[in-house]
């Protein structure tokens, strides 16, 4: 059973920085894609960054330059290094899997999914 599990949210003033974690277990996928999605009440949720098992990497308009995605293999864990916050990052990041490289922001196409965790940026 595959479980993603995020860690290191938490509230930052603007200008701040803080790096999430995913620490993934149980997939046997040969190829993989993960991504960091969020999401703020009301909103669909929308991608940020995602890395597939190429190391081939994408970024949403919003955070390019601010935010890095970077895999450790040997700890099976997602980061996601977030730089010079601002308060419309402020949402619930979630952590997401999909069995393939591919190369897309649709949701419905990754499988697995964390719990999320809550990113608050105070100006």
């Known amino acids: 059973q595959v479980q993603l599990v995020e860690s290191g949210g938490g509230s930052v003033q603007a200008g701040g920085s803080l790096r999430l974690s995913c620490a993934a277990s149980?997939?046997?996928?040969?190829?993989?894609?993960m991504a960091w999605f969020r999401q703020v009440p009301g909103k669909e949720r929308e991608g940020s960054a995602r890395?597939?098992?190429?190391?081939?990497?994408s970024y949403a308009d919003s955070v390019k330059g601010r935010f890095t995605i970077s895999i450790d293999s040997a700890k099976n864990t997602l980061y996601l290094q977030m730089n010079s916050l601002k308060p419309e990052d402020t949402a619930i990041y979630y952590c997401?899997?999909?069995?393939?490289?591919?190369?897309?922001?649709?949701?419905?196409?990754?499988?697995?999914w964390g719990q999320g965790t809550q990113v608050t940026v105070s100006s």
């Open positions: 997401a899997l999909a069995p393939d490289a591919v190369d897309t922001w649709r949701s419905g196409n990754y499988r697995n």
């Open positions: 890395i597939n098992s190429y190391g081939s990497t």
């Open positions: 149980g997939y046997t996928y040969g190829t993989y894609c």
